[in-house]
């Protein structure tokens, strides 16, 4: 998905859910993150999802650079 199209979906209202799926040394070393993302570490994405309680049937905009 480009960027011009997530911003239409969220202006839309679509439940969309921005992830960070960076590592921890590469999302440390960048202070840049998007508006309302939620970070994963790629090594536990699925326990971190569960724990936080995302949606299981939700979209998910995952983002790694």
Not at 19 to 37: C, F, H, M, V
Not at 43 to 63: F, M, S
């Amino acid at each position: 998905i480009a960027i011009p199209e997530l911003r239409e979906r969220l202006e839309r209202g679509e439940g969309l859910q921005i992830i960070d799926a960076r590592s921890e040394r590469t999302w440390n070393a960048d202070q840049r993150i998007a508006r309302g993302a939620i970070r994963l570490p790629p090594n536990d994405a699925v326990r971190t999802a569960r724990e936080l309680g995302l949606d299981r049937h939700g979209t998910l905009v995952v983002y790694c650079a």
